[in-house]
Nanobody
C-alpha cells in the first residue's frame, strides 16, 4: 500500500513562490516515477511535472516549463515541486502521484497512486 501526503500549498501573490512537498509512505522499497498534476475549478486534471525513479529524467507541461522544478530525495522518500513566478493561472489543487513504471510519463493513466492534494491560490 502506498500513501502520498502533500503539503506546502497556500495563498501567494502573483510573482511569488511556493514549494510543495510529497511524502511517500509505502511498504515496498521499489522506486517509481513520481509526478505532479493539478486541477483548477471547472477544469480537468492536467499534467504538471514528472521525475524518473532516480531523478535523472524530468518532464514538464509547457505552461510551467522554466518556472517549476520537480525533484526528489529517495533517502527521505520525498518529492518536491518548486514553483516560481506564480500567476493566477496556476491556481489549482495540486496532486502528488506515483507512477506504474520508472521513467517520466505525462499521461494520467501512467500513474497508480494519488494523494488527496494541496490547494494553491494565486489571487488575480
Amino acid at each position: 500500500q502506498v500513501i502520498l501526503v502533500e503539503s506546502g500549498g497556500g495563498t501567494v501573490q502573483a510573482g511569488g513562490s511556493l514549494r510543495l512537498s510529497c511524502e511517500v509512505l509505502l511498504r515496498a522499497s521499489d522506486l517509481k516515477t513520481m509526478g505532479w498534476f493539478r486541477q483548477a475549478p471547472g477544469k480537468e486534471r492536467e499534467f504538471v511535472a514528472s521525475i524518473s525513479w532516480d531523478g535523472a529524467g524530468t518532464a514538464y507541461a509547457d505552461s510551467v516549463k522554466g518556472r517549476f522544478t520537480i525533484s526528489r530525495d529517495n533517502t527521505k522518500n520525498f518529492v518536491y515541486l518548486q514553483m516560481n513566478s506564480l500567476s493566477p493561472g496556476d491556481t489549482a489543487r495540486y496532486y502528488c502521484t506515483r507512477g506504474r513504471g520508472t521513467m517520466v510519463r505525462t499521461a494520467e493513466a501512467a500513474y497508480a497512486d494519488w494523494g488527496s492534494g494541496t490547494q494553491v491560490i494565486v489571487p488575480s
